[in-house]
C-alpha cells in the first residue's frame, strides 16, 4: 500500500478539539481512567502496541517525523484507525515525553479486570512514585509474575510515565487497580510482604509458588491493615548499614529470588498456602 493510499489527516490548528483534549489530558496522569483511552508514546512502545494487535485509535506523527518515514515503514493499521499529521510545534504540545519523537497512537485503554485467583501477582500498596511503579512491573513481567493488584492510593498503573518505564510489560499483565485490602482474599494465595522490621531474612526463607508478593509505600511500607494477611515478612540484609532500599530495587530482589528458588526446585511439588507459615527456613 502507498503512502498516498494512507495519507493522513494534517492538523495544524491548536484550536483543533483533539489537540485542546490531549493538552489538558498531559497534566492529569489519570485521565485514562474516565475518558478510557490511553496515550502511548515513543518507537518502542509503539511497535510493541501494534506488534502484540491490540486495537489503535489513531497514529499520530508530527510532520518531521513522518517526513523521515519510509511508506515500506509503516504498519498497517486496522480498519477504523486513522493517521494523523500534527505540526511540529503541535505534537510537541501534547507530547509527554521531556524529548518527542514525533510518534504515539491514541488507543482504548483495556477491559480492567478483577482479581484472578492463584496467578503469580505482585500486589502494590500505596506506592507514590511512577518510575517505581513501571520497574516493578517490568520486573515483574520478567521474573514470571502474571499479575499485578494495585491498592487504593496507588499511582495510576496506565500513566503515561508508568507506562514508559514499564517498557512494553504492560501488554504481558493482567492489571488490577484501585482494591481494597480485604479483596486480596481473591487471590487464594500466600502473601509474603517485603519490609525490613520482624522479619525473616530473604535468603534463609524458602518462599511459596506461586504468591503473592507485597510491596508498600516508599516512605511507610505496607499498610497496618495488611500485615495481618500476610503469610510471614521478608528482610533484604544490607552488610553496608543503609537503613533501607529504594522499593523497586527490593522488589526486584525479592522476585529475583522467587525465581532463582523456583529454578532450583524443579519438579517439586509447590507449597500450599495454609502450610505457608510453617515452610522451613533454607540452609544456612
Known sequence: MTRAAEAPRVIRSASNPLVVRLRRERREPGAYRHTGELWLEGEHLCDAWLQAGR????????????????????PALAPGAERLLLADALFDSVSQLPSPTGIALRVPLPAAPSPQPGLPTLVLDRLQDPGNVGSLLRTAAAMGLQQVVALAGTVALWSPKVVRAGQGAHLTLRLVEGLAPEALAQLRLPLVAAGSHEAQPLHRVRLPWPLAWVLGHEGQGIAAALRPLCAFTVAIEQPGGQESLNVAVAGAICLYESARQRSMAVGDPAPTAGATAALPPLAR
Open 55 to 74: 486495537p489503535v485509535l489513531q497514529q499520530v506523527f508530527s510532520e518531521s517525523a513522518w517526513a523521515a518515514r519510509s511508506p515500506a515503514s509503516l
